[in-house]
């Protein structure tokens, strides 16, 4: 299984997905284009942070319209089935949920965000448009942010969320709780028709 993350890792890094800088290399695609060609990206349990277990970080690039309002995401999301949103900023502290997964769209603005833990996390650049997946477990950070970012996160079917900071005892029951989530039913960014769920069935 390591050896397949790896693969994929590698393959998503070949195309040219970017870590540190805003993704480039995807030529004149549309939004419709890049919806359906997200990225993937899996984190291995450091021990820590149990970094979405089975399932990879999901990210769509420039697939939101331009900047705001939030309220456009929100029905975005939610018309998909992915609702209890908020709006605001990301945790300057290393955290994850286990109760549930998330998606976050940036609405305005652009972040560096550190995905993974410190361990074997990496940074992504973020920036109005777009669009991450999160699956429970999987660590997030925000190094830093314009003055002007916003973002919406959401959940499926409206699940609540814990905030776990990778502290002492928060497993077995994190990883409990993370076990027995069932599989979004809808992409938040197309729906039915969306990569997510193939993308995390293939995990």
């Known amino acids: ?29 549309t939004q419709a284009e890049t919806a359906m060609n997200p990225e993937a990206f899996p984190f291995a349990d450091d021990g820590t942070f149990p970094n979405g277990g089975k399932y990879p ?15 456009t995401v929100e029905e975005r999301f939610a018309a998909n089935g992915w609702t209890n949103s908020w709006r605001n900023g990301v945790y300057p502290f290393h955290h994850y949920h286990s109760t549930s997964h998330e998606v976050l769209g940036v609405y305005a603005g652009s972040a560096l965000l550190t995905l993974g833990g410190p361990k074997v996390g990496q940074q992504f650049q973020v920036a109005a448009g777009d669009v991450l997946v999160i699956p429970a477990g999987l660590a997030h950070q ?7 970012f ?22 077995p029951q994190a990883d409990h709780n993370i076990a027995g989530l069932p599989l ?3 992409d938040p960014v197309t729906g039915e028709s969306g990569k997510l769920r193939q993308l995390w069935t293939a995990a």
């Not at 790896?6 to 993704?23: E, I, N, P």
């Not at 609540?160 to 502290?167: P, S, V």
């Open 150 to 171: 916003g973002v919406v996160g959401a959940y499926p079917d409206g699940r609540h969320w814990d905030l776990l900071r990778g502290q002492p005892g928060d497993r």
């Open 142 to 148: 925000c190094i830093r942010a314009a003055a002007d």
């Open 1 to 29: 299984m390591m050896e397949r993350r790896t693969a994929v890792k590698a393959l998503a890094l070949a195309a040219g997905a970017s870590l540190v800088s805003k993704a480039t290399g995807r030529g004149a695609q």
């Open 184 to 186: 979004p039913t809808r």
């Open 57 to 71: 970080l999901v990210v769509y690039r420039q697939v939101l319209s331009g900047t705001g309002p939030a309220s």
